[in-house]
C-alpha cells in the first residue's frame, strides 16, 4: 500500500475501464470479436485484427459512431454487413456493456466523500464512441466535475492533452491533481509526464482475467481498493 501523498492535491482524476467501472473480462471481450466475425460470416483472425488496427482512429473519434466503425472494421476483414448484422453485433455489445459497465465497489462512496470534502474531481476515459452514452446512463453520471473522452475530443492517453485539458478545465494545475488508474495505455506515465500525481489502481485477482491493452510496468503509488483514495491525501 502507498504511504500518504504530500499535501497539496486540490483534484482527483480517474480513468473509467478497471478504475470507476470494470474492466471487461478477455474471455468475454474475445467473445464479442468472435461472435461479431460469425454474424458477418468471416474470419475471426481478420476481423480481430481489423478491429485492433482501428483502435486508434475508433479511440479518436476518425471513424464517426460505432456503426461507422464496425463498417470501416467490416469492410478490412472483407466482409459486406447489412443493417440486420450490424444491428445484431451491436446488440451483443450492448449487453456485454450492461454486464460490466457498472461501478466497482467504493466508486460512488469515495467520489461523493471527495466531493463532500471539496475535491474537484475529473474523468479521463481511453473509449470507443458508444462510451459516453453508457456512462450518462449510469449511476455514475453526475459524479465528477468533468468529463473528458478521448472519442470526444480526438486526444487519447498517454498524450500529454488529454491530461491537460481535463486540468484546464478542472482549473487547477496538473501538480495538484491525483490520477487514479489501472495502467492501460501508459496512462500512468502519461499522468507523471505532465506534473501529476498518478496512483495504480490494481486488484490483484482481477489481473489474470480483465482486459488491460498496452499495460505499462509501474512502481510507484499503488491501491488495491478505491475506498483507500482518501487515506492518500491526508497530510
Known amino acids: 500500500m502507498a504511504a500518504p501523498l504530500v499535501s497539496g492535491i486540490e483534484a482527483v482524476v ?100 471527495l466531493r463532500a470534502e471539496g475535491y474537484r474531481l475529473g474523468l479521463i476515459s481511453m473509449c470507443a464512441p458508444d462510451a459516453p452514452a453508457m456512462w450518462r446512463a449510469s449511476p455514475l453520471e453526475g459524479t465528477v466535475d468533468v468529463e473528458v473522452f478521448s472519442c470526444d475530443v480526438g486526444f487519447r492517453k498517454p498524450d500529454p492533452e488529454i491530461y491537460l485539458l481535463a486540468t484546464e478545465r478542472l482549473g487547477v494545475e496538473p501538480k495538484a491533481c491525483l490520477y487514479v488508474g489501472d495502467g492501460s495505455y501508459r496512462e500512468l506515465s502519461g499522468a507523471a509526464a505532465v506534473g501529476m500525481r498518478p496512483v495504480l489502481i490494481l486488484d490483484p485477482e482481477e489481473e489474470a482475467e480483465m482486459l488491460r491493452p498496452e499495460v505499462e510496468e509501474w512502481d510507484g503509488a499503488s491501491i488495491d481498493d478505491l475506498r483507500k483514495i482518501p487515506a492518500l491525501l491526508l497530510d
Request: net charge negative; no cysteine; aromatic share 12%.
Open 14 to 113: 480517474f480513468d473509467l475501464f478497471g478504475t470507476l467501472v470494470y474492466e471487461f473480462p478477455r474471455a468475454d471481450w474475445d467473445g464479442w470479436l468472435d461472435t461479431s466475425a460469425a454474424i458477418l460470416e468471416t474470419d475471426a483472425d481478420a476481423f480481430k485484427a481489423a478491429w485492433q488496427a482501428t483502435g486508434i482512429e475508433r479511440q479518436t473519434g476518425r471513424l464517426g459512431d460505432l456503426e461507422e466503425n464496425l463498417r470501416t472494421v467490416a469492410a478490412r476483414a472483407g466482409a459486406w454487413p447489412t443493417n440486420a448484422q450490424l444491428t445484431e453485433i451491436l446488440d451483443a455489445r450492448a449487453e456485454m456493456y450492461r454486464k460490466w459497465f457498472v461501478p466497482r465497489p467504493g466508486a460512488e462512496e469515495v467520489l461523493a466523500r
